[in-house]
């Protein structure tokens, strides 16, 4: 089983997303991106603190993440809370989240999500995130995209490392 990642790196000036083979059943993945703390855990960029709520089923659900921008040098907003919203959630194929403040609906418009494809010898997981349905407004007051290509590579090796270990 190979652990490289597939060329498919791709970029727009919209979306990124990249896939990785991963030497893990849709199942297993999937439980680790229902998980508010699992989010936590296999997070690349060091954005990410620590989380409360229970694993997401459906469409709606939530969880809070408490975040910490440090780690992306870029913007001085210190510790700060977001809320994870599940836009899109096919169980062990796909889940597609956007973030918003307390108590406040998505704004942003900026997916984040993950597609699983099942094959005999491994699952092909894809981690993108969208900013296309953002409005002018916002895009122009923030730097798009947040996380690079690179940081979506990243958690995807940590989540190989995490559910491989299994």
């Not at 993945?29 to 409360?52: K, N, R, T, W, Y």
């Not at 092909?124 to 590579?153: G, M």
Request: a negative charge; glycine letters at 6%.
């Amino acid at each position: 089983m190979t652990r490289e990642s597939v060329a498919r790196g791709d970029m727009t000036t919209e979306r990124c997303e990249v896939t990785r083979r991963v030497a893990a059943d849709t199942a297993t993945i999937f439980a680790v991106l229902c998980s508010p703390h699992g989010h936590v855990a296999i997070d690349a960029s060091g954005m990410l603190q620590s989380a409360e709520g229970s694993p997401v089923e459906r469409v709606g659900d939530e969880f809070l993440v408490h975040m910490d921008r440090e780690s992306l040098n870029d913007k001085p907003l210190g510790r700060y809370d977001i809320r994870v919203v599940i836009t899109r959630f096919e169980r062990d194929r796909r889940i597609e989240w956007m973030v918003s403040g307390s108590g406040e609906p998505p704004r942003l418009r900026h997916a984040f999500g993950y597609l699983l494809e099942p094959s005999a010898e491994c699952t092909l997981v894809t981690s993108y995130h969208d900013w296309s349905e953002i409005a002018d407004e916002v895009r122009a007051k923030r730097n798009f995209p947040v996380i690079s290509e690179a940081t979506l590579r990243a958690t995807l090796g940590i989540l190989a490392r995490t559910v491989e270990q299994r």
